[in-house]
């Protein structure tokens, strides 16, 4: 066989391994696109589960403000204490803090159960492997619309700055959601295969909110150390703690946020498309 024939046979052997990796990245970017389009579908399983898990209670959801509202103000009194901080300040900075931080946690940890949660609709509904995805972030988001309340009561209590800042809300929350859908894609993917992910997802969680400042101030570590501006949660909090509280989010957040949202739907796509077909066997 000459030199010339196995040249060309080593470059279609090529092409074809491009191909078929392209078309596994296209129909993962379907999957994601057909999953977005059954939003009927996902949002009601989204509303089931959290009247599921408020069924036979006299005040439903609203359980989910009333917890915060009673979290916010124990953790702000006793802390402001502990902290030495004047209560008109830190209280509204707990708030926005807390009710962000349920959102990112809530993102995180219930993406991790976003297949597993779903095992026997995914065996039995053809349907967008998606859609479980969009359901998680749904019920995540439809609480967080609840806790949301518990901060703009309090700024209205105690006078803080309302203002245009509160447009970058809307953007920072979608950029939240965007780097959730990635989050319950790779990590549900990698928690059906492995069921210690979420395990130790939950724990890494935990361990990150107290290095985090949300119960404490970024002008309380010394020197703006390393561990603040290395910690990407921080970053993501403060994109839309900062508008509430009436400032306009730092370019170092903004970009910080862009990096991971750019870095963690690539690493996902690689893996959801290479994978995707698996999670019906793993759940």
């Known amino acids: ?11 279609l052997l090529i092409q074809l391994r491009h191909g078929l990796r392209r078309e596994q990245i296209d129909h993962a970017l379907s999957d994601i696109a057909a999953g977005w389009g059954r939003r009927e579908l996902w949002m009601t399983l ?12 006299k005040l439903g959801p609203f359980w989910i403000t009333l917890s915060m509202a009673i979290m916010v103000l124990a953790l ?10 004047d ?5 509204p900075f707990l708030a926005a803090g807390f009710v962000i931080w349920g959102l990112i946690a809530s993102l995180i940890i219930d993406g991790c159960q976003s297949f597993i949660m779903a095992e026997g609709m995914i065996r039995q509904l053809n349907a967008p492997l998606s859609i479980y995805a969009y359901r998680g972030i749904w019920s995540t988001l439809i609480a967080f619309g609840h806790n949301i309340w518990v901060f703009f009561a309090v700024a209205v209590w105690f006078g803080v ?5 509160l447009l970058w809300v809307p953007v920072a929350l979608l950029m939240l959601l965007l780097n959730g859908l990635w989050i319950a894609l790779f990590f549900g993917l990698l928690s059906a295969r492995f069921r210690d992910v979420p395990l130790i997802v939950g724990s890494i969680v935990q361990v990150l909110f107290f290095i985090t400042p949300v119960i404490w101030r ?3 570590l010394p020197g703006r150390a390393l561990l603040l501006d290395l910690n990407p949660f921080y970053h993501l909090v403060e994109i839309m703690r900062a508008p509430l509280l009436g400032q306009a989010p730092g370019l170092e957040n903004w970009l910080t946020v ?7 739907w690539t690493a996902t796509l690689f893996f959801y498309s ?3 077909w698996r999670i019906a066997y793993w759940v």
């Open 161 to 165: 700055d309302l203002n245009w800042n």
């Open 218 to 220: 970024p002008e309380m």
């Open 46 to 57: 989204g509303l089931h589960d959290v009247r599921q898990r408020y069924r036979r209670s």
């Open 258 to 264: 862009i990096l991971i949202t750019v870095v963690g």
């Open 274 to 276: 290479a994978y995707r």
């Open 87 to 91: 209560l008109h300040e830190y209280l």
């Open 1 to 11: 066989m000459s030199t010339d024939t196995l040249h060309g046979e080593s470059s």
């Open 76 to 85: 702000g009194i006793l802390y402001g204490q502990i902290f030495g901080q």
